[in-house]
């Protein structure tokens, strides 16, 4: 496959694991490589990607600079890469490994919104009632 840098992560920045996992990468990136875009953010629209919010939810999108797409493990392994620190994500590369891991992160996407409950690192917290999306800051 050939990438073109940089890569666009489109990520939820209301999840606890997802905010944490972004803090990382941004700590090693640069904007040369890896660009971060909260779906979570009230600026956010995803009409011009083609895609609605649930799909964006429904797993990590991201997307080269040549418009190529990768979804889901390959997201998260590509993003990695971008920061620099691919090793520790090589094993989401491994042949083996593909179809367990994939059955692990389809588990993951549909448990994630059951995790609001944990601490997240901005001390947002998702509001539990009538309205979909409200944070406490």
């Known amino acids: 496959m ?3 840098w940089p890569l666009t992560l489109y990520f939820d920045g209301a999840c606890p694991l997802c905010a944490r996992e972004v803090a990382f990468l941004r700590r090693r990136s ?9 779906i979570d953010g009230d600026d956010f629209d995803p ?3 083609g895609l609605s919010i649930e799909q964006m939810r429904s797993c990590l999108h991201a997307r080269f600079a040549n418009d190529h797409w990768v979804t889901g493990l390959d997201a998260t392994l590509w993003s990695w890469r971008a920061a620099g620190v691919g090793m520790w ?8 490994l593909r179809p367990l891991l994939s059955v692990l992160y389809r588990l993951f996407c549909r ?15 998702r509001c539990k009632g009538e309205e979909s999306k409200c944070h406490i800051r």
């Open 2 to 4: 050939y990438c073109q």
């Open 30 to 38: 640069t904007a040369a490589k890896l660009i971060l875009i909260d």
């Open 47 to 49: 009409i011009p990607l």
């Open 89 to 96: 994500a090589a094993p989401l590369a491994w042949r083996p």
């Open 111 to 125: 448990l994630r919104p059951s995790l609001a409950w944990l601490p997240h690192p901005e001390g947002r917290q």
